[in-house]
């Protein structure tokens, strides 16, 4: 039978297939969906949500020791997080085998950085692999525990979110029952004191020759002959791009096994070729290689390495042409830029922030990132996850020692807050900043599509289980200060500032309600009480003056002629931000 899937929902069907005993991720796109779609499989699979990418590689290589089929999904920053464990695992190996999963996003569609993660197997020394098409990414989920397992190695599996979210066609086959293999305990293998680390770097270069013959051998990298004018070199979605471009008016040698490469095949092949091309998407990690090893090839002195590759691009690089595109009047394309939704908690907690004078405020990685975007205009810096916190602490270090009247105010979102922010806070506490920070607990993992993680009382299966206090959290972490409001009510939240302010000490704001796009879970049932509906704006009583607008809601428009502003009853959600801000009470609430 076949299946129309995408990427990664071929990843969890080749996981399963694969006998995989255990799973584990922090959501990020292009890679969510993996752990989404392994969870369908719980009499099998063990799979969880992590509070961080560390965490969950960790957690998976320690299933990995016992002697489980495992994996860890993230997107490409989270192995940032992860390199930690991902480095020690190159050196300890693997018991049951364990693929490690990095979605790159090139074209950055939600991240902070393009980075080409295929550098970390190079530098982590570890086997790679790269599908092209969801076939390939089950395919190699199986070959890769088979790999790693038979070299004793972590493999990296690195797609990219083309691969992850487009679909083509995927034969699915059954679940290999695969025994967990017996734990032994092995301290020269898994105790990386550095006696044990320093045998084990030998042992991981003997590694890197047995997988380099392994690469030249494998079909993973194959040769597929055509018109030998032109051999091109490609790995990934690029190679599909490439197909696209020459079909067969060049030859291919197809890399799916990247790390380490084939270079014995690379330079058969290049030898029968005229002209070598190397199409690879952002780096160019095989093409330096490939020159390194003295065979004269193209590839990024004409292909950008910026931005998402597509096939106009590699046409147009290597052959100098222009595909015809159809031409429309771009004046009627509306510039939609992203925006918190109406009704956004965010957006009433940033409308109110805003309006601080000397104050820093440093932003993390959700979607309340956007409060930095006009009108609100409520943010100065967004580094990684956890990084409000910390930034926000070094700032205030500084602005302490030169007398500066500053404040900064931290806000990082309640998943994140798990992330990586409650090691910030502690720091805080322990180095003595007046830092505010405010916790944007919308109740879920909003900007990845809805996540569970520790705060929701929820596991990635939905089964109830122990909801992290993040008040509670705060104040073991050594915070006196701690308060929780709720953002749509902006007396509430302008006297909560106004509290946190007037401190010399270190406070925390929670700023609590789920997200306007959330489906309410039991535990928000009880505890909010939710009532959408609808508000609009009296026309005879608006005076113009815009501020409902400046909220930035995308559900209120503003009539220039009429130089009156009306709400979109199609958004609304009610929320009454814009009913609480207007000057002359022209909104008011009108039902569901
Ligand atoms: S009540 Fe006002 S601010 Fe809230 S969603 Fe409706 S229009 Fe937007
Ligand atoms: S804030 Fe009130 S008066 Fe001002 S534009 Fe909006 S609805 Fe009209």
């Given at each position: 039978m076949r299946k129309l899937l995408t990427g990664n929902e071929a990843i969890a069907l080749g996981a399963y297939e694969a006998g995989i005993h255990y799973a584990a991720a922090y959501p990020g796109t292009p890679s969510t969906e993996i752990l989404e779609n392994l969870a369908k499989y719980k009499e099998e699979i063990i799979a969880e949500w992590a509070p961080n990418e560390k965490v969950a590689v960790e957690s998976a290589l320690g299933a990995s020791i016992y002697g489980a089929r495992s994996l860890a999904a993230m997107k490409h920053v989270g192995l940032n997080v992860a390199a930690d464990p991902f480095f020690s695992s190159g050196y300890t190996g693997v018991n049951g085998g364990l693929v490690l999963i990095t979605a790159d996003d090139p074209g950055l569609h939600s991240s902070q950085n393009e980075q080409d993660n295929r550098y970390y197997a190079k530098f982590g020394k570890v086997a790679m692999v790269e599908p092209s098409d969801s076939q390939e990414a089950k395919n190699m989920v199986k070959i890769a525990m088979e790999i790693s397992e038979k070299f004793d190695t972590p493999v990296l599996m690195r797609l990219t979110t083309r691969v992850c979210h487009s679909k083509s066609l995927v034969e699915v086959g059954e679940r290999e029952e695969v025994p967990i293999r017996p734990y032994k305990k092995n301290l020269g293998k898994y105790y990386l004191a550095p006696a044990v680390a320093k045998q084990l770097h030998v042992k991981v270069e003997e590694r890197l020759k047995k997988l380099e013959e392994f690469s030249n051998e494998t079909d993973l990298n194959y040769v597929e002959w055509n018109d030998k004018k032109i051999g091109i070199i490609s790995s990934g979605i690029a190679f599909q791009y490439a197909k696209e471009v020459f079909k067969d008016k060049a030859s291919y040698l197809k890399l799916g096994f990247t790390n380490p490469l084939p270079m014995d095949k690379i330079k058969k092949f290049a030898e029968e070729v005229e002209t070598l091309y190397v199409v690879e998407e952002l780096e160019p990690f095989i093409e330096e290689q490939v020159k390194a090893a003295g065979i004269d090839c193209i590839g990024k002195d004409k292909i950008p390495n910026v931005w998402e590759l597509n096939p106009e691009i590699v046409e147009k690089s290597l052959l100098g042409k222009e595909r015809e595109v159809i031409e429309y009047d771009k004046s009627i394309v509306v510039n939609r830029p992203p925006t918190l939704c109406a009704g956004c908690p965010h957006r009433a907690f940033f409308y109110e922030l805003s309006k601080r004078k000397d104050t820093?405020?440093?932003?993390?990685?959700?979607?309340?990132?956007?409060?930095?975007?006009?009108?609100?205009?409520?943010?100065?810096?967004?580094?990684?996850?956890?990084?409000s916190i910390s930034a926000g602490h070094g700032m205030e270090r500084l602005i302490d020692g030169y007398d500066d009247n500053k404040r900064v105010v931290s806000v990082i979102g309640d998943s994140t807050f798990f992330h990586s922010g409650m090691t910030s806070l502690l720091d805080v506490v322990y180095n003595k900043s007046n830092t505010i920070t405010c916790v944007l607990d919308n109740r879920i993992t909003a900007m990845t599509g809805h996540q569970d993680h520790p705060g929701t009382g929820y596991t990635l299966?939905?089964?109830?289980?122990?909801?992290?206090?993040?008040?509670?959290?705060?104040?073991?972490?050594?915070?006196?200060?701690?308060?929780?409001?709720?953002?749509?009510?902006?007396?509430?939240?302008?006297?909560?500032?106004?509290?946190a302010y007037s401190l010399d000490?270190?406070?925390?704001?929670?700023?609590?309600?789920?997200?306007?796009?959330?489906?309410?879970?039991?535990?928000?049932?009880?505890?909010?009480?939710?009532?959408?509906g609808k508000c609009e704006v009296d026309q005879e009583k608006c005076i113009g003056c815009?501020?409902?607008?400046?909220?930035?809601?995308?559900?209120?428009?503003?009539?220039?002629?009429?130089k009156k502003s009306s709400i979109n009853a199609a958004q609304c959600v009610g929320c009454e931000l814009c009913m609480q801000v207007c000057p002359v009470k022209a909104i008011s609430e009108v039902g569901e």
């Open positions: 820093i405020i440093t932003g993390d990685i959700g979607c309340y990132t956007l409060g930095g975007a006009e009108p609100l205009n409520a943010m100065d810096t967004t580094i990684c996850m956890g990084a299966q939905g089964e109830p289980t122990k909801m992290a206090n993040i008040a509670e959290i705060a104040k073991a972490l050594g915070i006196e200060h701690v308060k929780t409001v709720n953002p749509l009510e902006l007396k509430e939240l302008k006297a909560a500032f106004d509290w000490e270190p406070s925390v704001i929670i700023s609590r309600w789920p997200c306007a796009l959330k489906r309410l879970s039991e535990y928000d049932k009880k505890e909010f009480d939710y009532k959408p815009k501020i409902c607008v400046n909220t930035g809601c995308p559900a209120i428009y503003f009539d220039k002629e009429a």
